[in-house]
């Protein structure tokens, strides 16, 4: 009855392990042919429970023959769980798929209803089962045996060809699956055919390994995505079953081989307490045991956690390369007990190295290597006995240990650790005094340069200055005869200095009219000059923008008229009193409708003004040239001017706009322009309606 309880909770922890397997991960099918392996599993076991029940003969042979039904299916089950592992890969053959089913679906029928399967089971005095065999059961043996093991040398074929988290999960069901298999074909299939029937109970015991490394896997490796307190609790149910059934095979050994003892409800209770107990602590049992077992047989502890610490402080120092590599040779000195280390930079010394095919990264033991070979000879002939090539440039080197043969495991496994985060180390205070040199001459190089550009910037200064200056003084220099010219011919034309032909009074207009075109140049020359040299001064006083806005086109009508131009205004009736600087502001409106009026050959020029509550605005619309979308970031620029506007007007300055914006600026205004090419464009003027003197 123990046998049956043992057998019955292997089923049924295996079936949960299945249910779970597939009802938490759905979407993976590995795990739906998992879950068909644990059905196998029940339906092998639940026949065999119910065996131990039977009285009669014949029903024994029924359930000792259904026992085999669901074992016709494994290897189908199995197939398919390789196929699909890992991630659904679905690398199955479907012919080889149908191939298992039909084979499933024969040996199924043989089970059942071969005359030459099982042909009798009995009872004995002790009331032991004894079975007898036909020829079809080791046929069935056959095709189970051979099967399985060419699907588990399949799995093993995939274990050899994975790698990373695969492998390792490959690893564990490649354990489980090959112990449960093993056990399994001995138990019943094997000692069975040689007249041992009494361990065919232990069959079912043994997918116990199935499900303990399946579990492992789950938890440490994610074998399946089952959640973090179901696989803990699926561990300690599994390691505590595992300990359970050592116990309860050591038990059934004394009672029915050595009759040492009885096996009583109270004894089963101890067990699986004690197994429970041992599977929620085997971690903590286990490191009890090697620190008690590290006591005994290590003599002086090695702390790594202090290495790591005192090598963590020195890279923190600010050394020069052979100081660290003093200190680090201190540390490890005093550190590892009775260790003599030093790390040289010995150029002469690594080029040796190099040549005796010493490799950067490998651990050399004197004690692991021929004594026939160059590198033995070496170490020998030195006296080290460990040698790591931490780079090119520099090795770790240990001279043999007095007294002593060889360096302990421990010790090996602290100076590899130590290697490692040497080499992490040099590598950073390689980088760091690689940077801190290309930072220094940067820092050089670019101070070098910041000097030459600073005497060149100063040198531009100047010249700049000097063009201004000049251009300033030439300015002022040609006002005065500029103003003269334009007087006398206005006296002329007059007639205050006598009569004038009246043949020659149009060339006389013609040169008065360039005499001013040529005196708003040297104004305009003059403006930004001042601008330049920040000498250009707002007086604001209050005044009206209308008026000024309609004295300004009154002026242009003409020049319009006489391009056959609509010069249109939208203006109020009504004083627009606000604080402006009249001269500079009217130098502005005028800029803009002149060059509406230059810059259009055909339409008209809309000139309007209105007025907010804290602010008045100057729109002058045109429909001429327009301005390229590419070129409007260049409008306000200083001496700029665009190539379709060269073509209509090839004498131009490219200042007027320029001095317009900072009139605009000066008075904490804005001015902006929007443009379509070819279809017209609108310069707007905003102007706040309070204003201080100020300069531009």
């Known amino acids: 009855m123990i046998a049956v309880a043992v057998i019955t909770l292997v089923g049924v922890l295996n079936l949960i ?37 039977a009285t009669t ?5 029924l359930w000792a023959k259904s026992a085999f039904i669901g074992p016709s299916f494994l290897p189908l089950a199995l197939y398919g769980f390789i196929s699909n592992f890992p991630s659904n890969s679905k690398n199955y053959q479907k012919s080889f798929f149908r191939v298992l089913a039909i084979a499933g679906a024969f040996f199924l029928y043989i089970s059942l209803f071969g005359k030459h399967f099982i042909t009798g089971v009995t009872a004995d005095s ?24 060419y699907l588990l040398g399949s799995m093993y074929k ?22 449960s298999a093993a056990g399994a074909l001995l138990t019943n299939m094997v000692l069975p055919m040689l007249g041992l029937d009494v361990f065919s109970m232990f069959g079912p015991v043994s997918t116990i390994f199935l499900f303990y490394f399946t579990t492992q896997a789950i938890i440490y490796h994610r074998l399946f995505d089952i959640g973090t307190f179901v696989a803990n609790l699926v561990e300690v149910i599994s390691l505590a079953i595992f300990y359970y059934l050592v116990i309860f095979v050591i038990r059934t050994f004394e009672i029915k081989i050595l009759g040492l003892s009885f096996y009583d409800p109270l004894n089963i209770f101890i067990d699986l307490v004690f197994s429970f107990a041992v599977a929620l602590n085997i971690k903590a049992i286990l490191k009890a045991v090697a620190v008690f077992v590290g006591s005994i047989l290590v003599s002086e502890k090695i702390d790594f956690e202090d290495i790591s610490l005192e090598l963590d402080q020195l890279r923190t120092k600010n050394l020069s390369l052979a100081d660290y590599l003093q200190q680090v ?14 790390l040289t930079q010995d150029s002469s010394m690594n080029e040796q190295l190099h040549s005796l095919h010493f490799s950067v990264g490998l651990l050399y033991l004197l004690q692991e290597i021929n004594p026939g070979k160059k590198q033995h000879i070496f170490l020998k002939s030195k006296g080290y006995g460990l040698l790591i090539r931490i780079s090119p440039q520099i090795a770790l080197i240990l001279y043999e240990k007095n007294g002593q043969f060889a360096y302990t495991r421990q010790e090996i496994d602290a100076i590899s650790y130590l290697s ?14 690689q940077t801190n040199s290309f930072n220094s001459i940067l820092q050089r190089k670019v101070a070098h340069q910041t000097i030459k550009l600073t005497r060149a910037n100063r040198k531009l200064k100047e010249l700049d200055k000097a063009k201004s200056d000049f251009i300033s003084m030439a300015s002022h220099q040609l006002r005065t005869p500029i103003s003269v010219i334009k007087g006398y011919l206005s006296m002329i034309l007059n007639g205050d200095l006598g009569k004038v032909s009246s043949s020659i009074i149009p060339s006389l207009e013609r040169v008065l009219k360039n005499t001013d075109q040529l005196n ?10 001042r601008i330049e040299q920040s000498r250009l001064i707002i007086n604001c006083t209050v005044g009206d923008l209308a008026e000024l806005t309609r004295v300004a086109v009154a002026e242009l009508t003409q020049k319009a008229t006489d391009k056959k131009l609509n010069l249109e205004t939208s203006i109020p009736k009504k004083k627009v009193s606000l604080s402006f600087d009249q001269t500079k502001i009217y130098e502005a ?43 409007k970031d260049q409008i306000f620029k200083r001496f700029s001017r665009l190539d379709n506007a060269k073509l209509v007007r090839p004498d131009g300055t490219g200042i007027g706009l320029y001095i317009a914006k900072k009139i605009v600026d000066a008075h904490s205004g804005k001015i902006w322009f929007e443009s379509t090419l070819n279809v017209g464009t609108t310069f707007t003027i905003q102007l706040p309606k309070h204003q201080k003197s100020k300069t531009a």
Do not use: C, M
């Not at 938490?24 to 065996?51: D, G, N, Q």
């Not at 907010?612 to 045109?622: A, F, G, L, W, Y």
């Open 158 to 179: 995939r274990y050899k060809q994975s790698e990373g988290l695969d492998q390792l999960r490959l690893r564990y069901l490649l354990t489980g699956f090959g112990l």
């Open 57 to 61: 003969d014949a029903s024994r042979l």
């Open 520 to 529: 708003n140049i040297v104004e305009d020359i003059l403006n930004a000059s």
């Open 126 to 149: 002790a009331n032991n089962l004894v079975f007898s065999y036909g020829y079809q059961y080791a046929i069935y043996f056959t095709y189970l045996a051979g099967s399985i093991v």
């Open 17 to 53: 392990l299945g249910l779970t397997t597939l009802l938490r991960a759905k979407r993976e099918a590995s795990s739906f042919f998992y879950f068909l392996i644990t059905i196998v599993t029940v339906l092998w076991i639940l026949p065999l429970t119910l065996l131990e029940f």
């Open 420 to 433: 490692q985060k040497l080499k992490i180390s040099l590598a950073e205070r390689t980088l760091l005094e």
């Open 589 to 631: 409106i005028i800029n803009l409708i002149d060059n509406a009026i230059t810059y259009t050959t055909k339409g008209s020029i809309t000139v309007s003004l209105t007025e907010k509550s804290d602010h008045v605005t100057i729109s002058v619309k045109d429909s001429g040239i327009g301005i390229p979308q590419n070129k």
């Open 329 to 342: 040779a201190t540390v490890l000195n005093t550190k590892i007990p009775k260790l003599r280390a030093f």
